[in-house]
């Protein structure tokens, strides 16, 4: 039976990976197991390693704190994903060095925190024997095969608290407020913090905007009275016909992000010169930050207990997974496979549309 486990969290940070964490060594410590936390995601595993020891006692009080004690990395050598999904082959003596690694200080499992490409390259390592389980993990909620991902509902709370806020001033001065939030290549976040906080305008990735309609849309709601409005765009957004703009990054490609509500402000004042105020705020980073909410700590801890117990059953090579009320596993490979998309018939967006929020199409 497996009794030393490896922890590991990788990709963007998202406020309660400490509580996934804690989850899993507070209730695999009761039942006899060991812990390693492996430090800066998959660069902690290769050499020259970085690891600690975990137990319950360095757990202790972290479940309401953002961030990971583990600390984190974007990219590296383990590097599993291009852009929007394309996936890269990990060189094989880099997976070889990481197999070996894990031998070497006794590791038996691994449990993985992370999204589409830190679970893509911890399938890669499954496929040489390594035993791991995956845990869902990304702000954006675009993970396949869950119902929600831990991260997101703190995303949305905090986008919400921006746009109540945002409101205000937008009134105050007749301005029309663009705010930046989260989101490559899906509009979750976009779409629940819009509806959740008054937004008038939604702009996501899946559904490209025309330039065109969002100033006749403004122009409509000033004619009617509404001289301010607020928009919510996700930093993936594109208008039809849109170029992606990509930028080298390593060696890898990938795609550039960034500054889509600067463009959109730019392009509404060549089509409508000084017709409207004007104004964008890119909430960046403080999206991720700060302490998790009450249902992500819960979402969290949920998912670390089920990870333990999908290693105690020997149930390797699967990532847990919220359905309804309950945590299931799924094949990793199912849930890398592809992106969850937010889709023009979703309760969401349907909802969004029939009380006027407009998608820029």
Do not use: C
Not at 86 to 109: F, H, R, S, T
Not at 303 to 318: I, L, N, S
Not at 320 to 330: A, E, P, Y
Request: aromatic content about 6%; overall charge neutral; glycine content about 12%.
């Amino acid at each position: 039976m497996v009794k030393k486990i490896g922890i590991l969290n990788g990709g963007g940070d998202v406020q309660p990976i400490n509580a996934v964490i804690a989850s899993i060594v507070k209730s695999g410590s009761k039942r006899g197991f060991e812990f390693i936390g492996f430090e800066r995601s998959w660069e902690g595993v290769l050499n020259p390693m970085l690891y600690r020891t975990l137990d319950q006692k360095s757990v202790r009080g972290i479940s309401h704190v953002g961030g990971t004690i583990l600390g984190t990395v974007n990219r590296g050598r383990f590097s599993a994903k291009k852009g929007a999904g394309e996936v890269n082959k990990i060189p094989d003596d880099v997976l070889q060095e990481a197999k070996a690694n894990l031998e070497k200080v006794g590791v038996e499992a691994l449990i993985v925190i992370g999204g589409d490409g830190t679970l893509s390259g911890a399938l890669q390592l499954a496929e040489l024997g390594v035993k791991i389980v995956g845990v869902p993990k990304t702000i954006d909620n675009d993970l396949d095969s869950t119902d929600k991902t831990f991260g997101f509902s703190t995303a949305v709370d905090i986008v919400t608290e921006a746009l109540d806020r945002l409101h205000t001033t937008a009134t105050s001065h007749d301005r029309v407020i663009f705010v930046e939030v989260m989101g490559r290549n899906t509009g979750w976040i976009a779409v629940n913090s819009g509806l959740a906080g008054g937004a008038d305008m939604i702009l996501i990735p899946e559904i490209p905007f025309d330039y065109n309609k969002i100033v006749e849309f403004l122009r409509k709601r000033k004619e009617t009275g509404y001289r301010a409005s607020v928009v919510v765009v996700a930093e993936g957004a594109a208008p039809k016909k849109g170029l992606v703009t990509s930028m080298k990054v390593g060696d890898t490609f990938e795609v550039k992000l960034g500054g889509i509500s600067n463009t959109i402000i730019q392009k509404i004042e060549e089509l409508a010169p000084g017709e409207f105020e004007l104004r964008n705020t890119i909430l960046g980073h403080i999206q991720r930050g700060g302490s998790p909410n009450a249902e992500d700590r819960i979402l969290a801890k949920e998912y670390g207990v089920a990870a333990m117990d999908a290693v105690e059953r020997g149930d390797f090579g699967m990532m847990v997974s919220l359905k309804g009320d309950q945590i299931v596993t799924v094949p990793i490979a199912e849930a890398v496979k592809k992106l969850k998309l937010v889709t023009t018939d979703s309760l969401t967006v349907q909802t969004a549309k029939k009380i006027g929020v407009f998608f820029g199409d």
